[in-house]
T-cell receptor
Framework: NAGVTQTPKFQVLKTGQSMTLQCAQD?????MSWYRQDPGMGLRLIHY???????DQGEVPNGYNVSRSTTEDFPLRLLSAAPSQTSVYFC???????????FGPGTRLTVT | SQQGEEDPQALSIQEGENATMNCSYK?????LQWYRQNSGRGLVHLIL?????REKHSGRLRVTLDTSKKSSSLLITASRAADTASYFC????????????FGKGTMLLVSP
């Protein structure tokens, strides 16, 4: 199993550009989440999904969209990038509620 | 908002010594988890302790949970240089879904 994969590893965007961060898992996990990690801030939840077709907002959802058309994939879309979205983004999956989460390697995004 | 807060923010010890990190949280939880993050990498799950458990062991790791004080501690015995990493506690706040709230982490440096 590849576990949780994320692409790209690094990305530089200009303010106003849009892009999609990809996340896929091959463990048949129902639950998937997106976090952002900023220096000194820990991880903050952006959006999460409890199954295909079901998504919900986390702590910091503004400026991001998600969809979950399949169990395997959970892409995160930046609608109009802003410098405040410069961060490291992590995708995670979990087999069920109250269980450990498996994290991807992260995408380092810089918005200039 | 941060649910868990780790203490200390940074810890520097010699190989062979024990390392203790603490986590305090604010609201009732289903479980508390500890994760490790090596520099530039994704988070790796270490241990999960449920709200009805008081202590749990995994190899050189010992976790305690005191729900009356809303606190947990992670003890790493006989530390090795490879234990150098950031350690995060994460709480599942009885939301019904597998979303975690992370603290800001403790950065552990183990010197040879």
């Amino acid at each position: 199993n590849a576990g949780v994969t994320q692409t790209p590893k690094f990305q530089v965007l200009k303010t106003g550009q849009s892009m999609t961060l990809q996340c896929a898992q091959d463990m048949n996990h129902e639950y998937m989440s997106w976090y952002r990690q900023d220096p000194g801030m820990g991880l903050r939840l952006i959006h999460y999904s409890v199954g295909a077709g079901i998504t919900d907002q986390g702590e910091v959802p503004n400026g991001y969209n998600v969809s979950r058309s399949t169990t395997e994939d959970f892409p995160l879309r930046l609608l109009s990038a802003a410098p405040s979205q410069t961060s490291v983004y992590f995708c995670a999956s979990s087999p069920r509620t109250n269980y450990e989460q498996y994290f991807g390697p992260g995408t380092r995004l810089t918005v200039t | 908002s941060q649910q868990g807060e780790e203490d200390p923010q940074a810890l520097s010890i010699q190989e062979g010594e024990n390392a203790t990190m603490n986590c305090s949280y604010k609201t009732s939880i289903n479980n508390l988890q500890w994760y490790r993050q090596n520099s530039g990498r994704g988070l790796v799950h270490l241990i999960l302790i449920r709200s009805n458990e008081r202590e749990k062991h995994s190899g050189r790791l010992r976790v305690t949970l005191d729900t009356s004080k809303k606190s947990s501690s992670l003890l790493i015995t006989a530390s090795r240089a490879a234990d150098t990493a950031s350690y995060f506690c994460a709480t599942d706040m009885n939301s019904g879904y597998s979303t975690l709230t992370f603290g800001k982490g403790t950065m552990l440096l183990v010197s040879p």
